[in-house]
Each structure stands twice: as C-alpha cells, then as structure tokens.
C-alpha cells in the first residue's frame, strides 16, 4: 500500500512542500530512505521503529521504501520522523489516508514515543496557511510558535500515541491559541540601556537619535572608556516597538536559526546582536553547507554591533558591503541556495589608534605613524562609504564623571524618534525610512535649495565625496529635518548632516 504526508523543507526561512511516500512491498525486509537525506534524515528509521514499537506498532516484515519527494531538493533536520512515522501507519492499515491530507506533520521522535521540538515552526505554519491546508501538526513545545500563524488550526500533541488518537477520532485535541501577543510585543524593554546612564557625550547622543529615526548606519570613534559601546546599547530603546508583522518576520528567523527561547514563542524587542570579534564572514552572513542564518539576519530589523571594528577579519567585514545594500542575503552553494533577510541598522565602534589614545588630552598615545595607519586600513573605504554617520565619541571630563548623570531618558527621545518615522512615513509611504530612499524618490523628497546645492557641491569638491556620499548625505538630511519638524531640508540640517559625516578626524572615509 502507497501512503503519502504532508510535511515541508526550509529554503531560508521559507517553507517548500515535501510529501513522504511510503510503499509496503513484498521481498526481503528492509527499510529505506531516499529523496537526498542527510545524516539526521537517515537515522529517522531507527529513531521511527523504536518510537512505533514503544507505542504499541509493529512494522511489517516487508520491503518498506520511504521517499522524500522532490527528490532533488536536499532534506536536513529531524523534523521528518513524525510524517515518516505516520506514512508507515497510513501504509499499514492503522490510519485512513483521507484523514492525512489536509494535514501538515513536522516533529521529532524520541525512541519512547514522545515529540520533541523542531526548528522552522512558524515558516510551517504561514506555509501551511498559504495553501489552504486546514490542519498543521508541530510537538507541544512549538505549539505556540506555529499559532502565530492567523487562520490556522494547530494541534500540538506530547507524544506519537496522543497523536494517533486524535487523528482516528478517539481524542480529539484542543488546538494550540496564541493569546496575549500584544502583551509579548516590547515586553523586554525595560532591560534595555538608558539614555539616561550616559554622562555628557551629548553630541554623540543626538547623532544616536538621527541614526534611530532615520534608520541610518553608524560608526563611534573614541578612546577605551569613553562610553562607545553603551551609547550602542541604547540604541535598541529609541527604536519604536516591531508592529506584529515585523515581529512574525524576525520570529521565522530565529525560529529557522533555533533559537527562540524557551517559553518565549515570540521575539518582541527588535534583536541587538554584538558578534565577538573572531566571528568568521560565515558567522557574520550566514552559510555553511546547510545555509543558515547569520548574525546579519539575525539582526533583521534590530541593530547589529560590531565592537572594535577593525579587529574583525578583512574577508569578514567585506562580505557586509552587499546586505548594507540590499537589505538581504543570498547563498548559494553546490546543492542548494537559500535567501535570508538582513535589513539592519549597522552600528560600529572603534579606538583611534591601537593604544586608543590619538587625540585624548588625558593620555598620551605611544604608537607610531606606521601602526596607526596599518590599524585604520583595516576599514576599507568602500565599507566605510556605506556607513552614514562618522562620529567621534572623545573622553568624558572628570568634572562631568563624578556628577549625576542629568540627561534625558531613552523614553523621551524615543518620542521624537517615533514622530520623525510617523512624519516619514506619511511623506515616503508606509515602512519607508529616509535611509531607503534612492534615485527619483530621493529627488522628490529630499531635494535642496540653491544654498543647499552650493553647500553640498562646494563640500563634495573639497572633501571628494563619492556618488554614494551624497545619497546619504540628503538622507541624513531629510531626517534632521524630519526631527526638527521641517518640511524642507534647509542649509543648517545640510551643514549637520555633513558633520556627521566628517565629524571624526581618525575615521577615514
């Protein structure tokens, strides 16, 4: 007898149809897997036999050939024991046929018949939406996550037994709600930094805001101590909360990547992620022979930061050119190719010199021509042409250390955050920050008056600022203006923006 389930592959964080064929034949026993299995897929049978037999089935002594169709597409994981353990009991006469194939199955056994989580739970799910499917089956552990997905019904049973009970109508399970989301949306805030902790530096805290609002790239200059990386950490609480769609889009990743928290069936604080600097291109991008998200894609829709640039590996920091641009990640490899999103806001920090005290009044740097412009070519000038806001972050007077800090709070500035993106987007369309826009668009709503163009030109030629330079330059300047309440850009939101951009005399541009 021919059975066939539903179950699905991941291509990036999108699911593909796969359908699990089995055929009970006659001939000697054995027990089969094609359809390009790896490792994991393999020891399936071994896993499924165990699971059957500890739950009451016995296979039969026959010929048992298990296809994973398309059989060009690679199959990794675990997630295919469940359908392959219910195509053998579709196969053996236990459950009608009819009743599988409305149904999508995803889930791990264990040797005694209980389900263990897979990764990809929620890309399942809207995959299984997407195609009319009435029923997805993930383990209890996931049952929450593949509930995000709208309009559709989840059951999310312990084990293999419970399962099949509920499949021949015996017990049937409650399906799986998600309730309380807006409750997870921005529920960790509060452990984020504080605009409030940062003693002076207030220059580099309104260019925080600019980057928060306009959704622009930054890189912090400035001797150890000088607060680099706290000003990066609270970056994250400028930012608006992720609408629900964003939080469903950044959710598929990590559930893609595993690794959502447990208990935790949704990421509701847009990510902050800070890679050591020994992370390998593959760490940063993504990759490897099974492609898998990387820290850039993790970082989707929140805030990447790269501490002590210049310490990252040259190969590394190079593959960031084309995610900065297009705002994903394409791999491909020998088998198979996988494209993840990786729209980020890039924030960089970095000491002027190895020492890290060129410029500081209070040290004296020790290091010589030779070392410190062997440390700055580590930036290469095409990276550093993608990153829109240079800026130095000096050290913090001792007068002002031994005060209280007396700034305003993340939650203060965040408003002005918030009203800037509204001002956005009611002018550039839903979703569109100034740091997206290009070509006619950015004509249209950033253009600039002659004082604006004589300004920018003049500037251009003395400091020989790329084509690149100057997009981001009227972006950053539309989104001052946007802070400032303006219609227009005017020259002094202009003369701001190119401050920012040349602000620090130990980055090279």
């Known amino acids: 007898m021919l059975a066939r389930i539903n179950t699905i592959a991941l291509e990036g964080v ?8 089995v055929d009970l034949s006659r001939g000697l026993p054995t027990l089969s897997i094609v359809g390009l299995p790896e490792a994991t897929v393999r020891e399936a049978k071994d896993r499924v036999r165990a699971a059957l037999a500890n739950s009451g089935f016995k296979l039969p002594t026959r010929r048992i050939t298990i296809n994973l169709a398309p059989a060009h597409l690679p199959k990794v994981g675990s997630a295919y024991d469940l359908p392959i353990a219910l195509g053998l009991l579709v ?90 989301l807006d409750g997870w949306l921005g529920e960790e805030s509060r452990l984020l930094r504080d605009m409030a902790d940062v003693k002076g530096q207030e ?15 930054l890189i912090m200059s400035g001797p150890p101590g000088s607060g680099k990386t706290l000003l990066a950490r609270c970056l994250p609480g400028l ?42 291109q593959v760490a940063l991008v993504g990759g490897s022979s099974v492609p898998k998200p990387g820290e850039v894609s993790l970082a989707h829709r929140g805030v990447l930061f790269l501490d002590e640039i210049p310490e990252f590996g040259r190969s590394a920091l190079e593959v960031l050119r084309e995610p900065l641009e297009a705002g994903e990640v394409n791999i491909s490899r020998a088998a198979r190719s996988a494209t ?3 729209d980020f806001q890039l924030v960089a920090a970095f000491n002027p010199c190895p020492c890290g005290h060129l410029g500081n009044p209070y040290r004296e740097c020790r290091c010589s021509m030779v070392r410190i412009e062997q440390y700055r070519s580590r930036l290469s000038g095409p990276l550093m042409d993608r990153i829109d806001l240079h800026v130095e972050v000096p050290p913090v007077p001792p007068e002002t250390l031994v005060q209280l800090p007396a700034g305003e709070s993340s939650a203060t500035v965040r408003l002005r955050v918030v009203a800037a993106r509204e001002r956005q987007y009611a002018r550039n369309g839903p979703g569109v920050l100034n740091s997206s826009l290009d070509g ?3 004509e249209e709503h950033a253009p600039l ?17 790329s084509a690149r330079t100057h997009n981001r330059l009227r972006r950053v300047a539309r989104t001052v203006a946007d802070l400032a309440g303006s219609t227009n850009i005017c020259v002094e939101h202009l003369a701001e923006a190119i401050q920012y951009r040349v602000g620090s005399s130990h980055v090279r541009d």
């Open 14 to 21: 999108v699911a593909v149809p796969v359908e699990v064929e």
């Open 91 to 180: 196969a053996m006469g236990s459950i009608p046929q009819q009743v599988m194939d409305s149904r999508v199955v995803l889930g791990e056994l264990s040797l005694d018949g209980r389900l263990r989580s897979v990764t990809g739970a929620l890309p399942a799910a809207l995959y299984a939406r997407r195609d009319g499917f009435s029923e997805l089956v993930v383990p209890k552990e996931n049952g929450v996550e593949a509930a995000l997905a709208p309009d559709l019904s989840v059951v999310a049973p312990a084990t293999l037994l419970e399962l099949i009970r509920h499949l021949i109508g015996e017990e049937p399970i409650v399906p799986v709600v998600a309730t309380g």
């Open 203 to 217: 220059h580099a805290k309104h260019s925080l805001e600019v980057v928060a609002a306009g959704g622009h790239n």
């Open 239 to 280: 930012l608006p909360d992720m609408s629900l769609d964003e939080a469903l889009e950044v959710t598929a990743i990590h559930s893609v990547a595993g690794q959502l928290h447990s208990g935790r069936p949704i990421v509701g604080v847009r990510p902050f992620r800070s890679p050591h600097h020994t992370s390998s």
């Open 340 to 342: 993840f999103p990786a």
């Open 440 to 442: 006619k668009i950015l």
């Open 449 to 465: 008056d002659k004082d604006g163009q004589a300004l920018l030109l003049n500037a251009g030629r003395k400091l020989a600022f």
